[in-house]
């Protein structure tokens, strides 16, 4: 079946350091990848998303390469700052159309900048 | 951007009472909306899916008649939990999308916590 697997958090790191978070996935043909990011308080938003292999999402310099040889959607920044804390999830969404409802999602992974 | 809301943020309630969670969307007229729920340390799971006056569709194992979900308008969703048991403490999450495949929008959440 679908499912996503992510690197257990939380993670801790200085201002300006650089930051991977890993994701992997196991599907069926081509899904959707996404990285979702939870602020404190707040509701999931959609942080970047790639739809086919080799596609590059982007976002608040935050970047991840849809990499079908490895099945891996890793999050990276090169500079992270404090208000970058939050909880970063990864997901996909099978494919074969349909709704994005069929999100299926990582763990989470808790990330804690420190000035 | 598009904001969903939910209420209430935390409940506690008494172990065989029903209580009704809301899922809002604020500024968009949401055709579909999402309910999930998250354990501590979990995936965010989907429980069902419904459309704007019609039944909700339910994921496998999920019992429909003891989460009851109305989406009786087009920026209204409700889930009741009904018959409520300790084993339902969760955390739930809805999402609310615009239009078929859009991105979806996820409120806060609520904690529910059942003596």
């Known amino acids: 079946g679908n499912s996503v697997t992510q690197m257990e958090g939380p993670v801790t790191l200085s201002e300006e350091a650089f930051l991977t978070i890993n994701c992997t996935y196991t599907a069926t043909g081509y899904p959707s990848l996404f990285w979702y990011v939870q602020y404190p308080g707040e509701g999931l938003q959609l942080l970047l998303k790639a739809t086919k292999a080799d596609d590059k999402g982007s976002n608040k310099g935050f970047e991840a390469t849809y990499r079908k040889e490895t099945t891996s959607f890793h999050l990276e920044k090169g500079s992270v700052q404090v208000s970058d804390s939050a909880v970063y999830f990864c997901a996909l969404s099978p494919p074969g159309g349909g709704s994005q409802g069929n999100l299926i999602f990582g763990k989470g992974t808790k990330l804690s900048v420190k000035p | 951007g598009a904001v969903v809301s939910q209420h209430p943020s935390r409940v506690i309630c008494k172990s065989g009472t029903s209580v009704k969670i809301e899922c809002r969307s604020l500024?968009?007229?949401?055709?579909?909306m999402f309910w999930y729920r998250q354990f501590p340390k979990q995936s965010l799971m989907l429980m069902a899916t419904s459309n704007e006056g019609s039944k909700a569709t339910y994921e496998q194992g999920v019992e429909k008649d003891k989460f009851l979900i109305n989406h009786a308008s087009l920026t209204l969703s409700t889930l009741t939990v009904t018959s409520a048991h300790p084993e339902d403490s969760s955390f739930y999450i809805c999402?609310?999308?615009?239009?078929?495949?859009?991105?979806?929008?996820f409120g806060p959440g609520t904690r529910l916590l059942v003596l």
């Open positions: 999402s609310a999308e615009a239009g078929f495949q859009e991105t979806q929008y």
């Open positions: 500024d968009f007229q949401a055709t579909t």
